[in-house]
């Protein structure tokens, strides 16, 4: 397994050039580059891998092999070796590998994320733009955003009577808030040097919109974004409990009512890692769109 | 008196905050001539800024109005190009990006797209910042940035260039490399320029005229100066010129003896 490399190292490689001699001599440096690569990796990847030795072994520690309740990593090792090291399989029905579950979920944010980050960009221009729009709708906002996702649930399939698109919409309405509340700050932060630039070129609202406006806005955009994730991932787990079929949510639920725990605790690092990889995502996808601009 | 091509006719300025009501230009009068580079001078908060972005179109005139060109300006527009003092360039794109947005939303009906990006080169040439053009603002210096802000305004080929603090926030030795630009750039294209500066040799060296002005609220032009200098100036040579001397003392006499903070 691999963990991304750390955005910022502690040891800039710019400045050595610099500082070299002007001939070095490029086999030692080789080497030593290598050397040098191979130790921030150590750096970044070691310390957690530590930790999570030690939270085992303290696991381990504190249940022994008293059976009943929770699980030690050794019995969940050996209760859910399959599930552990088959990801893949396909049995029919919900009985499939975690890797099926996983990407059945992660569809269902796909949809329900892209639709409340263009309605969340788009209501954030909104009340970052207009006064009366801000005045209007973001009281409302605030007081909606504090909502719990599964408050949702009961209303949305209320109003769809199908799973599926009440699922969708929990998802789209848990993220949208921290996209919208992100997104106006950013327009209304937006440095008057740049709007007084753009009223001297006499720009469009179309060409303001898209040369001053959202360039400016992305660093907060991506913030409301990665946060809109981190929530939609939290609300998906959550209404698949409730809603059943494939899903990693519905997943943990099952193996709950089959008491099968150590096979939720497996789900549970699937949950967590998949969240964190999501989060890394939607932050590289932002380093890349702002060109190395971003606050992130 | 002939028509002035640039004329500040009984501007004031009263900004309103909810009831509380400051009026911070009164019964403003000045005519520019073109080609005439014309400073005004003044301490912090005079509104001497404030008088140079009415001319911009970017601070609304509460009585009076400002005719450049025989047309009354009531909006901000590309014929008023501004340098403002913290360079406003954009950070998302490239030195040569920044210059090239204006040059392309004001000659885009006009020029084809080749000559656009010759003329994008060229100013950047005439403030030679040919050498950095894919960089971005952040990785070039302030007096760098601010010749990139100067390259883009002479870019809209403005009737009136405007100048607010250009140099103020550079060291004393860019300032002087960046004045010395100016004033070449100045002496090549005839530019009509109206400059805000608190810096009394900027002032003198660069301008024809210099405006000062009295201290705010309600501040007004006290007194006009004439620097009837020789151009080119050179900033070594004009040190010991009678005339420089004069005029530095003038605007210094009026900044702190008469009109003292």
């Excluded at chain 1, 599930?83 to 569809?107: A, R």
């Excluded at chain 2, 501007?11 to 014309?38: H, M, P, W, Y």
């Excluded at chain 2, 910042?129 to 403005?158: C, F, N, W, Y």
């Excluded at chain 2, 201290?215 to 007194?223: E, K, M, T």
Aim: hydrophobic share 50%; aromatic share 8%; charged share 15%.
């Amino acid at each position: 397994m691999t963990f991304p490399k750390p955005s910022f190292s502690p040891a800039e490689p710019v400045a050595a050039p610099v500082i070299a001699p002007p001939p070095p001599e490029p086999r030692a440096s080789r080497g030593s580059e290598i050397v040098r690569r191979a130790g921030a990796t150590a750096a970044a990847v070691v310390p957690p891998l530590l930790t999570v030795l030690a939270i085992l072994g303290l696991w381990q520690a504190a249940i022994g092999d008293s059976y009943g309740g929770l699980p030690s990593p050794v019995q969940v090792w050996t209760e859910s070796k399959d599930l552990i090291l088959n990801p893949f399989f396909d049995h029919g029905g919900v009985d499939k590998g975690l890797f099926w579950h996983v990407l059945t979920s992660l569809k269902r944010v796909g949809v329900g994320f892209s639709v409340s980050a263009v309605c969340g960009v788009m209501l954030g221009v909104l009340i970052g733009s207009n006064r009366w729009a801000h005045r209007g709708l973001d009281p409302i906002f605030q007081v909606l955003r504090t909502v719990p996702p599964l408050a949702w649930l009961p209303i949305s399939l209320a109003a769809f009577r199908e799973a599926q698109p009440s699922a969708l919409f929990v998802i789209f309405i848990t993220s949208i808030w921290p996209i919208i509340i992100n997104t106006a700050v950013g327009v209304r932060n937006i440095p008057t040097d740049y709007v007084n630039v753009a009223k001297v070129l006499r720009l469009s609202p179309v060409e303001y919109f898209f040369k001053i406006l959202l360039p400016a806005t992305t660093p907060y955009i991506f913030t409301g974004l990665r946060i809109g994730i981190g929530m939609s991932w939290l609300a998906i787990v959550a209404s698949e409990m409730l809603l059943g079929g494939v899903g990693v949510g519905f997943f943990i639920w099952d193996q709950y009512n089959a008491s099968r725990i150590s096979d939720i605790i497996v789900a549970l690092a699937w949950v967590g890692l998949t969240g964190f990889f999501l989060d890394r995502l939607v932050a590289l996808l932002g380093h890349i769109v702002s060109r190395g601009n971003a606050a992130s | 008196m002939a028509k002035a091509y640039l004329s500040i006719e009984g501007v004031g300025v009263t900004f309103a905050k909810g009831a509380v009501r400051s009026e911070v230009l009164t019964g403003v009068d000045l005519k520019v001539d073109k080609g005439e580079f014309v400073s005004i001078i003044g301490h912090s908060g005079c509104g001497k800024s404030t008088l140079l972005n009415v001319v911009a179109g970017l601070v609304p005139v509460t009585t009076g109005a400002v005719i450049l060109d025989k047309q009354e300006v009531n909006a901000p527009g590309p014929d008023r190009a501004v340098v403002f003092q913290n360079h406003s360039l954009l950070p998302w794109l490239s030195v040569r990006e920044n210059v090239s947005l204006a040059v392309d939303k004001v000659f885009g009906g006009v020029k084809t797209a080749a000559e656009r990006r010759e003329w994008t080169l060229h100013n950047l040439e005439l403030v030679k910042m040919t050498h950095a053009l894919d960089k971005r603002p952040s990785e070039i210096s302030g007096g760098m940035k601010q010749r990139v802000g100067i390259a883009r305004a002479l870019a809209m080929e403005p009737k009136v260039l405007l100048l607010d603090e250009p140099f103020g926030a550079l060291d004393a030795l860019t300032r002087a490399h960046l004045q010395d630009s100016v004033m070449e750039i100045h002496a090549s294209l005839r530019n009509t320029v109206l400059m805000v500066t608190h810096d009394v040799d900027e002032a003198a060296l660069l301008s024809d005229r210099i405006v000062m002005m009295t201290n705010g609220p309600r501040a007004a032009i006290g007194q006009v100066l004439d620097v009837a200098l020789q151009r080119p100036r050179d900033r070594l040579a004009v040190a010991e010129d009678p005339t420089y001397i004069h005029a530095r003392a003038a605007v210094i006499e009026f900044l702190y003896a008469r009109r003292a903070a």
